[in-house]
């Protein structure tokens, strides 16, 4: 079992930089709670993440 360096937030405007920040948190083996505005965006990046970084981040949506 992989022991994580913590937990990591990524909240950033433009939606792209918060997927820079992501894919970098995630290569470092952090966990992540990703928080965003479209939900559609955010379930991409999701499938993305566990698809490349074997990493399962957890998400937050509003509006």
């Known amino acids: 079992m ?10 950033a405007r433009p939606p792209a930089s918060a997927r820079v920040y992501a894919d970098r948190l995630a290569l470092r083996g952090h966990d992540l709670l990703v928080v965003a505005r479209d939900a559609n965006r955010l379930a991409h990046l999701a499938a993305r993440l566990e698809r490349d970084f074997a990493s399962v981040p957890k998400f937050c949506w509003g509006t």
């Open 2 to 11: 992989r022991q994580s360096p913590g937990t990591a937030l990524s909240r």
